[in-house]
């Protein structure tokens, strides 16, 4: 049901979109959030927004990524700009909805030189 790309190889200082794409209508979920998993840690919130359009964010990110949704199109969104190497990992979408969690597959994310 939901569907991430955007991922990519990018240097540090760069940007990144990823898109979230869900098959159906995106007010379905109560909130949209993506998550990251970088290798041997866990997965953890990243920026999530809800069907009100809050937005939340993981300390590290907060100033440099940007969620937001295009309701048109179902899709959410994660602007990723000021790309820092410790930003490298695997990102999931997310979708709560009646209490279930539905995940995308993941896309990667590599910031190196």
């Known amino acids: 049901q939901l569907q991430a790309c955007g991922g990519g190889l990018v240097q540090p200082g760069g940007s990144l979109r990823l898109s979230c794409a869900a098959s159906?209508?995106?007010?379905?979920?109560?909130?949209v959030g993506w998550y990251r998993q970088a290798p041997g840690k866990q997965r953890e919130l990243v920026a999530i927004i809800s069907n009100l359009g809050s937005t939340n964010y993981a300390h590290s990110v907060k100033g440099r990524f940007t969620i937001s949704r295009d309701i048109g199109k179902n899709t959410v969104y994660l602007r990723m700009n000021s790309l820092k190497p410790e930003d490298t990992a695997v990102y999931y979408c997310?979708?709560?909805?009646?209490?279930?969690?539905?995940w995308g597959q993941g896309t990667q994310v590599t910031v190196s030189s």
């Open positions: 159906g209508n995106i007010f379905t979920f109560y909130a």
């Open positions: 997310n979708g709560l909805s009646g209490g279930e969690n539905y």
